[in-house]
């Protein structure tokens, strides 16, 4: 009966693991056919849910009796664009993922609801807020050579232009950023702007320097710790192409931006970059790809870029611009000293040589920062009488001493506990807690100085929001002498009062199983060290100075680091890669299975592992995860790699079909393509 009436057919995408479109019957007149990219929401099961419609038909395979209608077409949003939506088919396409759990949480949550009071909201909020600030923009510094050099190869810049921006800690980059934004900005009167940072604390900074540059500029910021409101209107704004520049961490990759001109990516080896669960792209790769698709410059920045981008500098995919020396007026990179352990024993955890520097940089009233990545106050607790150590029972890890919280805590699958009066097997009351992590340091400090104001900035310290941003603001103002902290403190920020940075216990990363962990030491390494200097020496202030200690003073990353020699390391790191058959020069991904018992996951890997045979491509056996047991589930893991990305994907195309087909209601499995952590 319904047949009879002017309809269409709306093939829709849905946030639903299975992998396929769904069509639903839309009553409506030929010239008044919803279009391709806007939303819809549907009865799916007994939900009611938000898709993405893909298509637009005049008739379906679907039988009459089984069709159901849609229930509303979201009109009042503009549709989402054919690159945006081809940009969701290549992520989809790349990672195994159908497109609906790639393109629809890649949308504010607000947009997904049942209703549109959020979304009207919004367009109305936006459709206000025209007039431009008329303050006046803050003068740029005039640049050096280098830097000039660059903003204009970039702002300049036309077509696919991927540029590696390598320039030293302090040299500059953000400046170089921004005028290569003017550039464009002031070229192009429509054009958008895509920035991306690693770390949520980074926006802040950035996000001040923007508007203070471009105060006539809308800016809207897209990262995870907006309220939903927040979220629905920036990304409304540059949906809309109001934004001119969106500044985000890495989920602003999915951003729609119809106007997109020019991506920055800063700080592009940072690993943050990557997503770790659901979805695990890699932002910084789509970034490269949607700049492709878009015919589009993009620059990638860092003091320390990643193996992959490093390689395709020197093999001439990117070009590759320098900044070799600090911006700032007598600011010189910091000298990097190695303390050695064995003869200078550490006095709660800092060497005398540390100590009287610290000492040092309190007398002249300079800050100080102390890194040690690993937070809690100590990794473990034992018992000296017995051996007894606090294992979390649910994880193949320890349970973390915290002892401002009164509580033993599992960093894994968060299990807290109170901290046992005695020995749970032999009753001893005399337990001692093992390592050291930023508490103890925080403490051992207090003691050893204390007039000295110290800070600690770690995730224990900042839960609660917005108290992040107070502790920069609070180092910013020259309110802390001492500040200690985790890879929180060590990325891209800019203290200007800094002149000594400490590293405490970095060894461990030296050894490890992971063939990365030495590109990934080196790069935080010099990443916290340049924090250090950055303002320039002032008349009887100190040299800047970054110590390490460590039992290993001899290994030549640490001589690297001395060297502030990148080049020469990541050069022999790649072609230790080559010479191993190791990603760049080879492509993996890895496929994940989570059982209650191990051999589950084993078995079904097993499977999975003999399931398919192809040319070029190499399956591993499967093993057990390093940390085999997190919340009571058992981790194993195969590897699949290929010297052939086309092979690796047409292979994993055909593989994950015959995988999904497969009744495997005892295991949960994923796969990831490039995986980091292997
Ligand atoms: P990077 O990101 O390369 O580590 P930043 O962009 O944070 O470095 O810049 C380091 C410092 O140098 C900042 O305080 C910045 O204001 C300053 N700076 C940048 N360019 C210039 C310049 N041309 N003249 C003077 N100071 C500059
Ligand atoms: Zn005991
Ligand atoms: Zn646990």
């Not at 391709?36 to 039988?63: H, K, M």
């Not at 029972?393 to 005695?422: A, G, K, N, Q, Y």
Request: proline share 6%.
């Amino acid at each position: 009966m319904t047949a009879l009436f002017p309809h269409c057919i709306l093939r829709i995408a849905l946030d639903t693991p299975l992998n396929t479109v769904f069509d639903y019957r839309w009553h409506c007149e030929p010239e008044a056919r919803p279009l391709v990219g806007q939303l819809a929401l549907v009865q799916f099961g007994s939900r009611e849910v938000t898709g993405l419609i893909v298509e637009v038909l005049d008739e379906t395979d679907v039988p009459e009796a089984k069709l159901k209608d849609a229930l509303a077409v979201r009109s009042q949003l503009s549709p989402l664009s054919p690159q945006w939506l081809a940009l969701a088919g290549f992520a989809a396409d790349y990672y195994q993922r159908p497109l609906g759990e790639v393109a629809l949480p890649g949308l504010p949550k607000n947009l997904r609801v049942g209703t549109t009071v959020a979304l009207d909201r919004a367009i109305r909020k936006l459709a206000k807020n025209e007039a431009p600030h008329d303050a006046t923009p803050a003068n740029p510094p005039p640049l050096n050579a280098q830097q000039q050099a660059a903003a204009d190869a970039i702002g300049g810049a036309s077509g696919f232009t991927p540029t590696l921006l390598y320039g030293v800690t302090g040299s500059g980059k953000t400046e170089v950023y921004l005028q290569a934004c003017d550039q464009v900005l002031t070229r192009e009167p429509d054009a958008q702007i895509l920035i991306l940072v690693p770390e949520i604390n980074l926006t802040p900074q950035l996000e001040g320097n923007i508007r203070a540059r471009f105060p006539g500029v809308m800016l809207a910021t897209l990262h995870s710790s907006l309220s939903e409101g927040e979220r629905m209107l920036h990304w409304l704004a540059a949906h809309q192409g109001r934004a001119r520049i969106v500044l985000g961490t890495r989920l602003a990759i999915l951003a729609s931006l119809p106007n997109l001109k020019l991506i920055v990516i800063d700080e592009e080896h940072d690993p943050s970059y990557k997503q770790q669960e659901g979805l695990r792209y890699s932002a910084r790769d789509l970034a490269v790809w949607r700049a492709w698709q878009l015919q589009i410059p993009i620059v990638l920045g860092s003091a320390t870029p990643s193996l992959e981008s490093w390689h395709h500098a020197q093999s001439g995919r990117y070009r590759k611009l320098e900044l070799r020396e600090r911006a700032v007026k007598n600011a010189v990179l910091p000298q990097v000293k190695l303390l050695d352990m064995e003869r200078d024993k550490p006095k709660d955890g800092l060497t005398s040589q540390l100590i009287a520097a610290l000492k040092l940089r309190m007398e002249r009233g300079e800050q100080s920062l102390l890194f040690l990545n690993r937070r809690g106050y100590a990794p473990v607790i034992c018992c000296e009488s017995c051996g007894w150590i606090s294992e979390c029972t649910r994880c193949t890890s320890f349970m973390v001493l915290h002892r401002p919280e009164h509580r033993l805590r599992c960093h894994h699958c968060s299990l807290e506990l109170r901290i046992p009066r005695h020995c749970p097997t032999c009753g001893n009351v005399d337990l001692q807690p093992l390592g050291r992590g930023t508490q103890r340091v925080e403490e051992g400090l207090q003691a050893l100085f204390p007039e000295a104001r110290v800070l600690r900035i770690d995730a224990d310290s900042t839960r609660k929001k917005g108290s992040a941003q107070e502790a920069f603001d609070t180092v910013h103002r020259g309110e802390v002498d001492i500040l200690i902290g985790t890879q929180m403190v060590a990325k891209g920020h800019d203290f200007k009062k800094l002149t000594l940075v400490g590293i405490l216990n970095p060894d461990t990363a030296l050894f490890s199983q992971d063939y990365r962990a030495s590109e990934r030491l080196f790069a935080q390494l010099m990443q916290v060290a340049g924090r250090a200097g950055r303002a320039g020496r002032t008349e009887g202030g100190s040299e800047s100075e970054v110590l390490i200690q460590t039992r290993y003073p001899q290994h030549p990353l640490y001589g690297a680091v001395v060297n502030h020699d990148y080049d020469h390391f990541a050069t022999a790191l790649l072609e230790e890669r080559e010479q191993a058959a190791l990603p760049p020069y080879l492509f993996q991904a890895l496929l994940r299975a989570e059982a209650r018992e191990l051999a589950t996951a084993l078995e079904f890997l097993t499977i999975a592992r003999d399931c398919l045979a192809h040319p070029n491509i190499t399956i591993n056996d499967p093993i057990p995860m390093t940390m085999t047991r997190v919340h009571n589930v058992d981790r194993a893991q195969l590897l699949i790699e290929s010297p052939s990305r086309p092979q690796l994907q047409a292979f994993l195309k055909e593989w994950m079909k015959m995988l999904r087909e497969m009744k495997t209601s005892r295991v949960k499995w994923s796969l990831e393509v490039d995986p980091l952590d292997i």
